[in-house]
């Protein structure tokens, strides 16, 4: 069987079945071939203008994009290389600030031993011129013991060989 021979088949078949009309005029295939000429003649512009604009759009869309990526990643790159410089700025202030600290310490250090050096030098002094201050007072007060022996013994009378022992020491004293 050909083709034809089966078109022929389903159109003869009527009732129930699947059938092909072939009457052009009771299908409207004309008025369906100018619809379609129709549109396809004024609609070709508009058609071709829409895609046209969204085709545009979509270019300039994508371009921005691309743009906007490049412009991205250069300030990526700006905000990477300042954040190294921070880095290492903060790596240099930590440094200066323990060197700093180092120096400080020595500085306090060498003070504190100025300062107990000081203190103790101060106090030595003062102790001397305690002990000073001690050994005048108790000269003063022999020297009063002695004093008031002397004159208690001088009013009980001096004997004569005494005073002659006296004489005797004060002239070899004096060098005579």
């Not at 011129?129 to 009378?157: H, T, Y």
């Amino acid at each position: 069987m050909s083709i034809m021979g089966t078109v022929l088949l389903l159109a003869t078949e009527s009732e129930g079945g699947f059938g092909l009309n072939l009457d052009i005029l009771e299908t409207n295939i004309v008025n369906l071939g100018l619809l379609i000429g129709i549109l396809f003649y004024f609609g070709r512009n508009v058609l071709t203008n829409t895609l046209s604009e969204r085709r545009s759009k979509i270019e300039k869309t994508i371009v921005e994009a691309e743009t906007k990526a490049k412009e991205a990643a250069i300030t990526l790159s700006e905000v990477q290389q300042k954040l190294t410089q921070a880095q290492a700025e903060a790596k240099q202030l930590i440094a200066t600030a323990e060197d700093n600290a180092k120096a400080i310490r020595e500085s306090i250090l060498v003070q504190a031993e100025e300062d107990v050096k000081r203190l103790e030098e101060t106090a030595a002094r003062d102790l001397n011129a305690e002990r000073d201050r001690a050994i005048a007072q108790l000269r003063q007060q022999v020297v009063a013991m002695s004093l008031q022996k002397v004159e208690s013994e001088l009013q009980v009378g001096v004997a004569e060989e005494t005073q002659q022992k006296l004489i005797d020491s004060s002239i070899v004293l004096l060098g005579g």
